[in-house]
């Protein structure tokens, strides 16, 4: 079993930068691959940023390609995600997901754990 707890969402302004970050006990998630999702109101959950469990490779979705970038650190379990030049529709609860698998699969479906969520507001 894998807990995946995430931190640091908030409210920031257009334009600006925020963190977040995703703790991981009970395993090491060194031979998990690792994603981002994201679900604002109203919306279905979808992919934001993946990487494969040996920090790799790294993938995202179209929309924040350029401004945001996924990273781990294994030895501290947890997993990052740095957010620039953020837009009012990045709003949204941010969940950070395992996957006990090498490759990166943007399908929430296919991740085994998740997180609670952080929610990320960016205020216009």
């Known amino acids: 079993q894998v807990q995946l707890v995430e931190s640091g969402g908030g409210l920031v302004q257009a334009g600006g930068s925020l963190s977040v970050s995703c703790s991981a006990s009970?395993?090491?998630?060194?031979?998990?691959?690792m994603g981002w999702f994201r679900q604002a109101p109203g919306k279905e959950r979808e992919f934001v940023a993946g990487m494969r469990w040996n920090g790799g490779s790294t993938y995202y979705a179209d929309s924040v390609k350029g401004r945001f970038t996924i990273s781990r650190d294994n030895a501290k379990n947890t997993v990052y995600l740095q957010m620039n030049s953020l837009k009012p529709e990045d709003t949204a609860l941010y969940y950070c997901?395992?996957?006990?698998?090498?490759?990166?699969?943007?399908?929430?479906?296919?991740?085994?754990?998740w997180g609670q969520g952080t929610q990320v507001t960016v205020s216009s």
């Open positions: 997901a395992a996957r006990d698998g090498v490759v990166v699969v943007t399908v929430d479906k296919a991740y085994d754990y």
């Open positions: 009970g395993r090491t998630i060194s031979s998990y691959a």
